[in-house]
């Protein structure tokens, strides 16, 4: 079976789905937390 080539952006949104099916963002920050990536919550949100 031939694959069919996808653009860089279609690779990069299929990429972006698998990492956040396998890192949901809750144990993303619970990890960035721990290894004092970020230290707290910003005051603002969108």
Do not use: N, W
């Not at 996808?6 to 396998?22: F, K, T």
């Amino acid at each position: 079976m031939k694959s069919i080539p996808l653009s860089i952006s279609e690779d990069m949104h299929l990429l972006a789905q698998e990492l956040q099916r396998h890192f949901p963002p809750s144990k993303l920050e619970v990890l960035a937390r721990q290894t004092g990536f970020i230290q707290r919550k910003s005051k603002y949100t969108a």
